[in-house]
């Protein structure tokens, strides 16, 4: 007999596993399970009452283990752990078993072996409980420094605001002066303020922190270490500069789309993508002129290499949010410079989000004409004469097919990933399908990445404007802050460890690891491997790969995995 | 600084700073006015672009900023007030929301939810169906603590002067629970049946109900409790209390105060004794004629008193009410009320067959009734509430050939039961009003002359009393056989000897605090203090006596005992709440035709039946939310109830405060085309949302005009928002997302119905949106470019939807659906602004809260050192909110740094 105490929970997720698995079937399948000694359902078992519940039963039963059959562990393992340490059961004592994505909602349709199912995977959970270790986290103190990667106004914003907590900054910017696109920018939505005013502040306000060191033409070329303790390489013109951080921001910001040649004309005099045309106002003082020629009618067409509408062979199928209202402002901008301009905008959706929808309003006000496209029948671009004749099919007056003769075409281009991808080679952050870097979760931790400590801001994450960009800097300095300011870090005790009698240092590991967490020591009179216990992930790449069986990961031993296997195999009827 | 960080509002953007907060080291204060955190996104179904299950999502986050160490929650507490200091620091003025339940003590259990009787609109799955006045929101609510919903008392109750819960019985006995209502009932009295009968009923005048069909029949409502129960239970469940005081405690008189104070004297275990100089107990009830209220139900409730081990020495004068103490009662309380008629300044009176109305009730109560077949009976005066009538209808029982009765003043002042005149004159009397005698003459043949004069009817002095008017013209004389006079009563002076004499007083002097007279451990109530008055108010100065002579006897205080009530609540708010309301008319009062009720003395009243009194009981609005009916206190296992909680303000000093207060949704029925309020097949999208949600109401999708599956659904866009009709040229971000969304959802929860979403444009911008927008697409979910002009309802509930069909050639198109869903916008929540006195925290022109440099800083208000996250400074989804709240976080924790530097 197991010497164990364990409480097992079932939970209904409110009818999410309910609806097709017969919990209480379940409970009272595994009520009689060796070393089960609480068998529960609960109808939401990570709300606050059922976790006041599970506390009471671990100290009053005395549980030395804990099995909830929810959700799958990325939602509530660490709650679940939580709530073992709040009543003081060691958080790796617990078990969880999905009952939800691996098993009610697979399984819809056949409500009875969903059922089965479920008691076999609890059984198995069971197994795994009675052979859990207590573990310690792996406590490491951190350095009160951040590197932020990437001058722009995200960059630059996030430097003050960590500068301000008191954190020590350092920013590497890879070209010859920080600011990035923002300050090459005249007057910018929505509050008309001079983008280069704007960088030009952030820089004097930098110029007097002692705390913050700005690196131009610099750039990251090596990263080690770990979350709170990170050792960095900047290459600085030619030089080498190691620095010590705790964590690292990067904010490198977006490139502009760059349109294939003959795409709506782009290549021909006169076609413009959106920052060459925003360059030309910003440039104008008077009525437009482009190459010496007065600007009397533009044509503007909307979401060039966005939402899949692209010649290229592999087009971004986002939307990329920032073009329609930069297009609106720009169209009002250009009326104020030349009022008696004719503006077209040929458009699929007009997405001037939220207060935005003001800036439509007001290039509307200011005369511009919009017509709508279908995206299986884009606009015809046609050079004539010197001047350009636009051609469309317009769905606002039906279909009617109509000619638009004009000085310029603005093609509204989005916002594209940063084609340079040394940095994802330093970091090793992962990319979403748009190319841009990925976030933990798009809904709830925007700013954070799978590389703890490593924070992604502004159009970096995805196309946003500059506002915005600040907002997400801030928000990735909150949270660099709160690794920071509290002097250490806690991590995963879940990583794998050798057997040293067992291995031979035969380097098969080596090459498994993705973390670069394995290396070679000498103990006593043999070479062994050693796991980094700060960079493991506890991935377990590795211990398939030791020929002589010399690796396993904590949490997860082979004895473990074995029972849950006997365990689920077993046959009780 | 009592916290560094004030976070108002815990939603998600609420959650998220606060986290943020508590992460990087501050101690954050959380203030929600709800009870339980979590905003509205956790009453979503799932969320767009990832299609998590927001409750999946959320509830973590509500877990973890509730139990995070550096975070300090309080759910139902609104920020009264905040204001800076010289230092640069926030004092705050908390409003502490009385829950009425020991946080400490709840378990979740929600057995008080199941006990508790009143159903109103559920707001967090927007009044599609009911939750109980005691509840938990939902079932992940953090806390999992029940609250007891009050908006205060509702008027029946507070007008009681006799403190009986009457919105609980009423709402007891909605519920079927007829033997609950009347214990309730007897937790405040000990005379529900004589109550139910005879009682004026001021909670009935106060009714919100009367507003609309009338008001509830609450008294009648009474008397069915009481008349169910006695019929139940011939003799009193309970018996003498288990505690036992030492205290002897003497009553002198047996009418509704006396017995009253008796009752709840003896509840509280001290032994109680009786003293009535007439054959039977009851005092004045004793003389309301049987047909109003049956000797036997008078002698069913007291038996409520006497079953308490009260002892009624009936027969027993007491002359002087003070030397009682000397036989040992440690406290006397004298109700000896006003037994005496008092003769008018008028000649004639003492006359023969010139009588006391009382002494003629007396008599006609008596073996010996008068015999008055034949004669001709003139009743002068009104009375005590109409004691006059009692006096005519009596003499009209007794065989009178005519009862005339003059009253000098008009109709209205007659009598309080305005239905008591009409009882009278369909069985036979003759009522002149404004007419009084001058003068009685003895006509020798024991018949007495009646010569009167009209009366003018008087003015309204400032108060709108009207005053007696003069004397007008003479009126023709009336031949009687018997005078009844019912003018006056008056104390039986002759008992108050010793301490208690009062020289040339009418009635007895006491402190009105205290109830105490000059004579220490004597007290005294009733109509011997106030002068007449009726049969419930008497019932209140028992009450009242029997806490003063406690407290007395305790030894503490002599305070006043006042029934701690919270304030009434404003019948227009009520009736505001309530959006809609069903047509109830009331209940007939139901009563014996007049020839047979002329024939005998048996009740003129019929009772309801139970039917009748639960369908009447049903028109309850439920004012004050929870009506007292006190099951929640026995259903509670853990005794965490206490009604008596209040409503506590408390102050603290913050560092730095971030408004999170969040959005409003726009109100649908505002957009009157699109039928919202008036088609119960169209709903908004925040509905939509919860009948999709896990906690959802039916569990699945039904419309709700008929509860049948749809078909054929429909989502208009841009409800409420891109539109300059409704005030509102905004677009609100994230309906076109949800509506995204939900279709998805709907695809999946009836994956035979055909949705269709009318657009302006679909705004698509976030990351992953266009993505998820395709996949809708590919779903087969249809797109309408083409705004709706309006929504008419067909046949079979279904909707018609007119429209320009700009893909279709412009034309004005029509297409039917069986349920339309209203996406509708987000509107700024303007109590933010409110926040702060003085109106510094200034708003944007759309009255979002204002961002002063959204370039630098986003979430940076006009008062340094506030910050806004989320929905209160523009709407927004929920990544926009969480970056935009950590922006808020990072700059208040910088604000907090320069503080305490």
């Given at each position: 007999m197991s010497a164990r105490r364990i409480g097992v929970y079932i939970c209904y997720c409110g009818g999410n596993i309910s609806d097709y698995v017969d919990c209480e079937k379940v409970r009272n399948a595994i009520a009689?399970?060796?070393?089960?000694v609480v068998a529960k359902t609960t109808?939401?078992?990570?709300s606050d009452a059922s976790q006041q519940e599970i506390i009471e039963d671990i100290q009053q039963q005395k549980l030395d283990g804990m099995v909830v059959a929810s959700c799958s562990p990325t939602l509530h393992l660490f709650t679940f752990r939580g709530v073992a340490n709040r009543a003081g059961?060691?958080?790796?004592?617990y078990v969880q078993v999905n009952?939800?994505?691996?098993?009610s909602w697979a399984h819809t349709d056949v409500p009875a072996q969903a059922t089965e199912k479920a008691v076999h995977l609890v059984r198995a959970g069971i197994a795994k409980a009675r052979l859990t270790e207590s573990l310690d986290k792996i406590r490491i103190d951190t350095v009160p420094r951040a590197l932020v990667v990437g001058g722009g106004i995200a960059g630059l914003r996030a430097a003050l605001a960590l500068s301000d907590l008191g954190i020590s900054v350092f920013v590497a910017e890879k070209?010859?002066?920080?600011?990035?696109w923002v300050a090459e920018m005249g007057r910018m939505y929505p509050?008309?303020?001079?983008g280069s005013d704007l960088i030009a502040k952030l820089v004097e306000e930098i110029g007097a922190r002692e705390n913050i060191k700005v690196f131009t033409?610099?750039?990251?070329t090596a990263k080690s270490g770990s979350v709170g303790d990170f050792s960095v390489q900047l290459s600085v013109a030619d030089q080498t500069i190691p620095l010590n951080v705790g964590t690292i921001v990067v904010t490198t910001g977006f490139g502009s789309y760059e349109p294939a040649p003959?795409?709506?004309?782009?290549?021909?005099?006169?076609?413009?993508?959106l920052p060459e045309f925003k360059r030309l106002l910003d440039e104008s003082k008077g009525p437009l002129v482009y190459r010496g020629k007065p600007v009397n009618s533009i044509v503007y067409v909307y979401c060039v290499g966005s939402r899949g509408s692209?010649?290229?062979?592999?087009?971004?199928?986002?939307?990329?949010?920032y073009c329609c209202n930069a297009a609106m402002h720009a169209s009002s901008v250009a009326h104020d410079l030349s009022p008696s301009l004719h503006q077209f905008h040929l458009f699929?959706?007009?997405?001037?989000y939220g207060k935005y929808e003001l800036l439509y309003e007001e290039a509307r006000s200011k005369g511009a004409v919009f017509l709508k496209f279908d995206e299986q029948q884009p606009p015809e671009v046609e050079k004539v004469d010197g001047h350009f004749r636009v051609q469309l099919k317009d769905q606002l007056t039906f279909g009617d097919e109509i000619q638009i003769e004009s000085d310029l075409v603005v093609l509204v281009t989005g916002m594209e990933a940063r084609a340079d991808k040394s940095l994802n080679d330093v970091l090793k952050l992962p990319l979403g399908l748009d190319n841009f870097f990925k976030e933990?979760?798009?809904?709830?931790?925007?700013?954070?990445?799978?590389?703890?400590?490593v924070f992604i801001a502004g159009a970096a994450q995805a196309p946003r404007n500059s506002a915005e960009s600040v907002a997400s800097a801030l928000a990735a300095t909150a949270k660099s802050a709160a690794l920071l300011k509290k002097g250490y870090v806690e991590l995963e005790p879940l990583v794998a460890v050798v057997d040293t009698e067992a291995?031979?240092?035969?380097?098969?590991?080596v090459c498994t690891c993705p973390y670069a967490a394995i290396e070679k020591v000498t103990a006593g009179s043999k070479e062994v491997a050693q796991i980094n216990s700060a960079l493991?992930?506890?991935?377990?790449?590795?211990v398939p790969a030791c020929p002589k069986g010399a690796l396993g990961v904590k949490g997860y031993t082979d004895r473990q995995i074995r029972a849950m296997i006997d365990a689920m195999g077993a046959s009780h009827e | 600084m009592d916290y560094d960080v004030l976070v108002v509002g815990g939603g998600i953007a609420g959650m998220e700073s606060a986290l943020t907060l508590g992460d990087m080291g501050y101690s954050v204060l959380l203030a929600e006015k709800?009870?339980?955190?979590?905003?509205?996104m956790i009453l979503l179904s799932k969320v767009f672009?990832?299609?998590?299950?927001a409750s999946c999502i959320a509830t973590p986050k509500m877990a973890s900023t509730f139990h995070h160490p550096q975070v300090t929650c309080m759910t139902?507490?609104?920020?009264?007030n905040i204001s800076k200091t010289a230092r640069g620091t926030f004092q705050v003025a908390l409003?502490?929301?009385?829950?009425?339940?020991?946080l400490d003590k709840c378990?979740?259990?929600?057995k008080c939810e199941l006990a508790c009787t009143v159903a109103v609109p559920d707001q967090f799955n927007f009044d599609m169906v009911a939750r109980r006045a005691?509840?938990?929101?939902?079932?992940?609510?953090?806390?999992?603590k029940a609250v007891i919903e009050r908006h205060g008392t509702s008027p029946c109750s507070l007008a009681c002067p006799a403190g009986v819960k009457a919105h609980g019985y009423v709402s007891l006995i909605r519920a079927g629970m007829f033997d609950e209502a009347l214990e309730l009932i007897l937790e405040a009295v000990p005379f529900p049946g004589a109550l139910g009968r005879?009682?004026?009923?001021p909670c009935e005048g106060v009714c919100t109900r009367a507003e609309l069909e009338g008001a509830l029949p609450i008294r009648k409502l009474k008397r069915f409790a009481a008349d169910h129960y006695y019929q139940k239970h011939?003799?009193?469940?309970h018996g003498p209390p288990k505690k036992k005081q030492i205290e002897r405690v003497a009553v002198v008189g047996s009418g509704p105060a006396g017995l009253t104070a008796a009752y709840h004297l003896a509840r509280r275990g001290y032994s109680v004794t009786v003293f009535e100089a007439?054959?039977?107990?009851?005092?004045?009830l004793r003389l309301v004629p049987t047909f109003r209220l049956p000797p036997e139900v008078l002698d069913r409730d007291i038996a409520n008193v006497t079953a308490l081990g009260v002892e009624i020495r009936t027969g027993e004068r007491v002359?002087?009410?003070?030397?009682?103490?000397?036989?040992?009662?440690?406290a006397i309380f004298v109700a000896?009320?006003?037994p005496k008629d008092r003769k008018p300044a008028?000649?004639?009176?003492?006359?023969?067959?010139?009588?006391?109305a009382l002494g003629f009730l007396r008599q006609a109560g008596s073996r010996e009734r008068p015999k008055l077949e034949g004669k001709t009976v003139a009743v002068v005066g009104g009375g005590r509430h109409g004691i006059a009538l009692d006096c005519a209808r009596t003499a009209c029982r007794l065989g009178a050939k005519q009862v005339v009765l003059q009253f000098r003043r008009s109709r209205e002042e007659?009598?309080?039961?305005?239905?008591a005149i009409d009882d009278a004159i369909e069985e036979g009397v003759t009522i002149q009003f404004h007419r009084a005698p001058a003068r009685l003459v003895g006509l020798g043949d024991k018949r007495v002359r009646v010569e009167s004069r009209e009366m003018l009817a008087g003015k309204r002095d400032v108060s709108g009393r009207i005053l007696p008017g003069s004397a007008g013209k003479a009126a023709e004389a009336l031949d009687a056989d018997l005078v009844v006079l019912a003018v006056d009563q008056g104390a039986?002076?002759?008992?108050?000897?010793?301490?208690l004499q009062t020289a040339g007083m009418k009635t007895l002097a006491v402190d009105?605090?205290?109830?105490?007279?000059?004579?220490?451990g004597v007290f005294a109530g009733g109509d011997v203090v106030s002068g007449p008055s009726s049969l419930v108010e008497a019932i209140g100065t028992g009450t009242r006596a029997a806490a003063c002579i406690d407290r007395f006897l305790r030894g503490t205080e002599r305070t006043p005992v006042e029934l701690p009530a919270l304030p009434a609540v404003d019948p227009k708010s009520v009736l505001q709440r309530?959006?809609?309301?069903?047509r109830l008319p009331p209940a007939e009062r139901g009563k014996r035709p007049a020839e047979q009720r002329r024939a005998?003395?048996?009740?003129v009243e019929t009772g309801f039946d139970e039917a009748a009194a639960r369908q009447s009981a049903a028109r309850?609005?439920?004012?004050?939310?929870?009506?007292?009916?006190?099951q929640c206190i026995a259903a509670c296992p853990a005794d965490?109830?206490?009604?008596g909680m209040r409503d506590r303000e408390k102050m603290v000093e913050v560092g730095s405060v971030v408004v999170s207060t969040g959005f409003r949704l726009f109100?649908?029925?505002?957009?009157?085309?699109?039928?919202h309020g008036r088609?119960?097949?169209?709903?908004d999208a925040m509905q939509m949302d919860r009948l999709l949600s896990?906690?959802?109401?039916?569990n699945t999708v039904l419309r709700p005009s008929d509860g049948k599956m749809p078909d054929s659904i429909a989502y208009i866009l841009c409800t409420g928002s891109r539109d300059c009709q409704v005030d509102n040229p905004l677009c609100s971000r994230v309906c076109c997302m949800y509506s995204v969304k939900q279709a998805q959802l709907l695809m999946g929860a009836l994956p035979m119905a055909d949705v269709s979403i009318y657009y302006i444009?679909?705004?698509?911008?976030?990351?992953?949106f266009e993505e998820f927008y395709e996949q809708a697409k590919a779903m087969s979910v249809r797109f309408v470019k083409g705004k709706v002009a309006r929504v008419e309802e067909g046949e079979d509930g279904k909707l018609i939807l007119h429209y320009e069909d700009i893909a279709g050639g412009g034309k004005l198109a029509r297409a039917e659906h069986d349920l339309v869903v209203l996406s509708v916008g987000l509107l700024p929540n303007q109590e933010a602004l409110g926040?702060?006195?003085?109106?510094?925290?200034k708003p944007d022109p759309h009255h979002y809260?204002?961002?002063?440099?959204?370039?630098?800083?986003?979430?940076?208000?006009?008062?340094?050192?506030v910050y806004v996250a989320g929905a209160s400074a523009a709407a927004m989804d929920i990544p926009d909110t969480i970056l935009h709240s950590g922006a808020a976080a990072a700059l208040s924790a910088a604000y907090v740094e320069r503080l305490k530097r």
């Open positions: 009689g399970e060796e070393g089960v109808m939401f078992a990570c059961l060691n958080p790796y004592l009952l939800r994505e691996q098993c070209s010859e002066k920080v600011g990035g509050h008309e303020r001079r033409h610099a750039e990251l003959g795409e709506f004309g782009y290549g021909t005099e006169g076609v413009l993508t692209s010649k290229k062979e592999k087009p971004n199928t986002y939307c990329s949010r699929r959706d007009i997405r001037t933990i979760h798009p809904k709830l931790r925007p700013v954070e990445t799978v590389i703890d400590g291995c031979t240092w035969c380097s098969e590991c493991c992930k506890g991935c377990g790449c590795c | 709800e009870p339980t955190i979590g905003g509205k672009p990832t299609l998590d299950c139902y507490t609104r920020v009264k409003d502490r929301q009385a829950t009425h339940v020991d378990t979740g259990c929600q005691a509840y938990i929101p939902f079932p992940q609510a953090v806390p999992k005879i009682c004026y009923a011939p003799k009193p469940k007439a054959e039977k107990p009851g005092g004045m002359e002087d009410p003070a030397a009682l103490r000397l036989k040992g009662f440690k000896a009320g006003l008028l000649e004639g009176t003492d006359l023969a067959n010139v009588v006391g007659l009598c309080i039961f305005e239905s039986d002076l002759g008992q108050l000897k010793g301490e009105p605090r205290t109830l105490e007279t000059r004579v220490p309530q959006a809609r309301y069903s005998d003395f048996q009740e309850c609005l439920d004012c004050g939310g929870c009506c007292e009916c006190h965490a109830i206490d009604l109100d649908a029925g505002l957009k009157v085309l699109y039928g088609f119960p097949n169209v709903i896990p906690t959802r109401p039916y444009d679909i705004r698509a911008f976030g990351k992953g926040l702060f006195s003085g109106g510094v925290l809260v204002h961002e002063v440099d959204e370039d630098h800083s986003p979430a940076r208000t006009s008062i340094d050192g």
